[in-house]
């Protein structure tokens, strides 16, 4: 029930019961205000005080306005309203002998009329005093109903008009930005005339007050006269409550009077859609007049909180027409069920979701990056892979970059590391990097890099000599300089690569880029093609540590770097041993691998801290001399690390991972500058870039990069700054040379599909 309330600020606004405390003779009253529902108590006497029409015990009959001066249409209208006009006085409710006032509102002063549920409703009165039907008005009342000015007249219209609406309608509301769309009635404050509606909109119910004429000016046809006293399908409220049909009124009716009010069946929408009888509710036995007020209060929250709805049993019988009307539903309605319904799908992904990763945890129980392994498994799927092949065909670079993935070790297989690296073809490596959002939701980023060759874990020593050392060999028989270097974090394969397999303390050269590239040399040294050089082989082998060189072949004595004056680097006091066969080679690098200097970081026990360079000279005997013919620079360098890595080192360590950067970035510098063919090049950044002037300046020089990367998860920091070091070195960035063998198809996780 819509009642008016005064605030503890003064001001006066409309609320609707929500509850009767017969106890304290208080009621709970709810509003809507600023987007959101507030409440309070207020006491029965402050409610009447300021909602005087509704508890007022005597009332004349409603008057109809007067239009026009139509006289005659008045007097109509008052003899078809005389026979049902009726004085509310206390009633006895014959379902539980309580005592309250009539459900028909009074009239007030200014020829206000309430408009209720259509059919006729029979209202019992039982009066202990007396009850008297009132007299058909007189003349002299038509004739003050004509002489009414027109504001009254207005007021009147106003206050009709705010009548047709109630709570729970659907009208249509015009926002700000012009937008017309539909909303629902919450609170209606008569004395205001503002009108409150609520709405659902982007996930969220929102609300605002209007007011009427905004109202009226949106929704003509709520307010046309066609909607006034309709003289629809008439029934009573118990037969609403019960579902059964009454009798109409008969003048037999006896002891007890019998009154019946029409009520406006398009306005009222709660009463038309009870669906069961009113649950009775005790009053303390008490014959004063506020109980009984109370008792009528209550009952009439009850008709208006039923829940809005119809069912087989107790459905009215309302006409075609009406029940359209009340079948609709609201936008809110439907928007509520929508996110039920949204409601429900989720939790059934979420029990496949659930399912799904229980299925992946039995994949390999315990592993603590199960989630990243089931990702990466799923998408490694969806790859086509083409390995690099012994058959393939070598490319002829003066700059050429390799990436070699190591297998995991027995350390990490039983830390149960993820492999994070995915070599799907001869050229292309993608690193499955984890991440964690804000809301510790994981998710991959596939970053993918190009290079000339790449080389799984599967990939022998011979197969990566082919295609980086090999094609170099050639170039030192033609006076010129070669360079073929292995660079990556510490662990990551590079002593291996370049120096052999190492089982124990135990190392066999043999398996290793040196020995294989001597295995070359000497090959070519004795085919027919120069054999008549008369060609010298010679070996030199040393370490640069930090700022300081050594030699390896002559009990590390400490080695200068210099220049002379025809601008040739010279390392005086270098050792240089003459070979004449694969087995003086491999004791030179035994000899030498045993004097390197070696350390332990937190990365790896037994780093290499220095850069090993062993070179492969070739002279030839011209005017007296050992003339330089060629030279081929076989360089492992010290293992790459990150300031994160040797920050719990002491400072010694910090020093040397220092000194192993600063040359690392010289000597991709000079690369870079070489291959862009620039006049300068920046070889004085370093000693080791340094000593290898000739294979940068020289005319007939070509450089072989062979970048090592770890797969485990924990090494992916590392492995990453590998690869873009590499990437940065031969500038081929992401592009694709070979379009028809393989295409994009996703180009967020670079899924490759043949397209053959």
């Known amino acids: 029930m819509q009642v008016e309330i005064i605030r503890s600020d003064g001001r006066v606004h409309g609320a609707i019961i929500c509850q009767i405390n017969h106890k304290t003779s208080s009621v709970s009253v709810e509003w809507f205000e600023k987007g959101e529902t507030k409440g309070k108590e207020v006491d029965f006497n402050a ?3 300021y909602n005087p029409l509704i508890f007022r015990t005597k009332t004349d009959p409603p008057e109809i306005p007067v239009a026009n001066g139509d006289i005659t249409k008045v007097a109509t209208a008052k003899k078809q309203t005389s026979s049902n006009s009726f004085e509310p006085k206390t009633k006895t409710n014959k379902r ?6 009539s459900l028909q509102e009074p009239t007030p002063k200014n020829n206000r009329q309430k408009s209720f549920p259509v059919a006729p409703i029979k209202i019992n009165f039982h009066d202990p005093e007396h009850f008297e039907q009132k007299e ?13 000015d027109t504001g009254k007249a207005q007021q009147t219209s106003k206050i009709q008009d705010i009548d047709k609406l109630v709570v729970g309608m659907n009208v249509n509301i015009k926002r700000s930005d012009g937008r017309i769309h539909g909303a629902l009635v919450t609170q209606i404050a008569r004395l205001t005339g503002m009108i409150s509606v609520e709405w659902f909109e982007r996930g969220e119910t929102k609300g605002k007050d209007i007011e009427l004429a905004a109202i009226i000016k949106n929704n003509p046809e709520l307010f ?3 909607g006034l006293h309709t003289s629809r399908s008439r029934q009573s409220i118990s037969s609403l409550n019960h579902g059964q049909t009454q009798p109409p009124t008969t003048a037999s009716s006896s002891a007890v009077n019998t009154t019946v009010a029409f009520i406006d069946n398009d306005n009222i929408i709660g ?6 009888a009113i649950p009775n509710v005790p009053i303390p036995k008490s014959d004063k007049k506020e109980v009984a007020m109370l008792g009528d209060i209550d009952e009439d929250v009850k008709i208006s909180s039923e829940p809005l709805h119809f069912t087989d049993e107790n459905q009215p019988n309302i006409p075609a027409s009406n029940a359209a009307q009340a079948s609709r539903r609201s936008k809110l309605l439907t928007n509520i069920e929508d996110m039920e319904r949204n409601r429900e799908q989720r939790r059934v992904q979420q029990d496949v979701a659930r399912k799904q990763r229980e299925l992946q945890m039995q994949i390999d129980p315990g592993n603590p ?14 790859l086509v892979y083409r390995p690099l092949r012994i058959t393939d065909p070598v490319l002829d670079n003066r700059i050429c970059v390799c990436v070699r993935k190591r297998p995991l070790s027995k350390k990490e297989l039983t830390g149960k590391e993820v492999e994070v690296v995915t070599i799907p073809g001869k050229d292309r490596v993608i690193v499955h990097q984890p991440q964690t959002k804000v809301d510790l939701t994981k998710f991959l980023v596939n970053q993918q890099f190009k290079f000339d060759y790449t080389f799984n874990e599967n990939s022998s020593n011979e197969l990566v000599y082919k295609f980086s050392a090999q094609p170099l060999v050639r170039t030192i028989f033609q006076r010129g300089f070669a360079t073929c270097f292995a660079y990556g974090q510490t662990g990551s394969g590079k002593t291996h690569t370049m120096g052999g397999i190492i089982e124990g303390k135990h190392l066999d050269c043999s398996a290793g880029i040196y020995a294989m590239t001597a295995n070359d040399v000497f090959a070519l040294l004795h085919s027919p093609e120069y054999k008549n050089e008369c060609l010298m082989v010679a070996c030199s082998f040393f370490e640069i540590y930090g700022a300081m060189v050594f030699d390896l072949l002559n009990k590390k004595a400490k080695l200068r770097v210099l220049e002379d004056a025809k601008r040739v680097v010279q390392v005086v006091g270098l050792k240089e041993l003459k070979v004449n066969s694969v087995e003086d080679v491999l004791k030179i690098i035994k000899l030498g691998s045993n004097q390197r200097t070696a350390g332990q970081t937190s990365a790896n026990s037994n780093s290499s801290r220095s850069h090993a360079v062993f070179q492969i000279i070739l002279r030839k005997r011209e005017k007296n001399e050992d003339a330089l013919y060629g030279k081929f620079s076989l360089i492992d360098l010290a293992g790459n690390e990150r300031g994160a890595d040797t920050i719990s080192s002491d400072r010694q360590t910090r020093l040397e991972g220092a000194e ?15 291959g862009r063919d620039e006049q300068h090049i920046p070889f004085r950044g370093s000693k080791l870039t340094l000593i290898l002037r000739d294979s940068f300046v020289g005319k007939y020089a070509k450089t072989c990069m062979i970048a090592m990367i770890s797969p485990g998860i924990s090494c992916v920091e590392n492995t990453m700054n590998t690869l873009r070091y590499a990437d940065r070195v031969k500038e081929l960035g992401g592009e694709r040379d070979d379009p028809e063998e393989q295409q994009v198809e ?6 490759w599909s043949d397209d053959e």
Do not use: P
Request: aromatic residues 6%.
């Open 660 to 674: 192993i950067n600063k040359s690392l970035l010289a000597l991709k510098e000079c690369i870079r500058a070489m």
């Open 96 to 101: 539980n002998g309580n005592v309250g006032l």
């Open 746 to 751: 996703d180009d967020e996780n670079f899924l």
């Open 369 to 382: 990056h199960w989630e990243f392994l089931s990702m990466i498994r799923d998408y490694q799927s969806q």
């Open 47 to 49: 409610l009447v005080k």
């Open 136 to 148: 058909t008005r007189t003349s002299k009342v038509e004739q003050n109903a004509v002489s009414k």
């Open 271 to 276: 009463e038309r859609r009870r669906t069961h």
């Open 224 to 226: 046309t006269s066609s």
